[in-house]
């Protein structure tokens, strides 16, 4: 059966190189078969969600937002991380849909979850398919990066020819695009309920 398990290996030691506000550094040592230890550095990750909007006319919303890591500006999905303790995923989607774009949405499906780098992070993505939208002003006030971020609807058929044609990088974007392309198919009936349980 083609299905990721959850599985961990054996760790001999373990060492903290950085912890900053969002992320924290890592060197574990694992032990592999032939009882063999090799060191793996990654970056841990609260994790996040994100949104693909999509309107009654088939448009996705998408923002635009400078990436200094990347040197780009990027056109995503509205998303954050998971900094609310204890907060429902989809109540996290559902605060980050209002604060960067402006609007709620009265059904909600879990689209898709992503392991953004599964060699490098453990940050995990929860994707959620919003649909049913109407403008909200949730009081947000943009800072940083989320200044003078615009907000653009673009037809589903488009956004899935910009993601092929490598005008769109975004990995949750990329992702969510071409899962509710897919997902729509059969009219969204396969997508899970929004408090899915993550696996």
Not at 8 to 27: L, N, Q, S
Not at 152 to 176: F, R, T
Request: hydrophobic share 40%; aromatic share 8%.
């Amino acid at each position: 059966m083609i299905e990721d398990q959850p599985e961990e290996w054996p760790v001999a030691a373990t060492k903290e190189h950085f912890r900053g506000y969002v992320i924290g550094v890592r060197t574990d040592s694992v032990r592999m078969p032939r009882d063999e230890v090799a060191d793996r550095d990654y970056v841990e990750h609260p994790g996040a969600v994100a949104v693909l909007a999509l309107d009654d006319r088939r448009r996705v919303l998408l923002i635009r937002q400078y990436r200094h890591p990347v040197r780009h500006l990027l056109w995503e999905l509205p998303a954050g991380i998971r900094d609310v303790e204890g907060e429902p995923l989809a109540e996290t989607a559902a605060r980050e849909l209002a604060e960067e774009a402006g609007y709620r949405a009265a059904t909600w499906h879990t689209l898709l979850d992503l392991m953004t780098s599964p060699g490098m992070t453990d940050e995990r993505i929860r994707i959620f398919l919003a649909r049913d939208l109407e403008p909200f002003d949730s009081g947000y006030e943009h800072r940083h990066e989320e200044v003078d971020m615009p907000v653009e609807w673009v037809p589903l058929d488009e956004a899935v020819q910009k993601v092929l044609s490598g005008k769109i990088h975004n990995s949750p974007a990329v992702a969510g695009i071409l899962a509710a392309y897919a997902a729509e198919a059969d009219g969204f009936a396969g997508l899970r309920p929004a408090d899915a349980p993550e696996a």
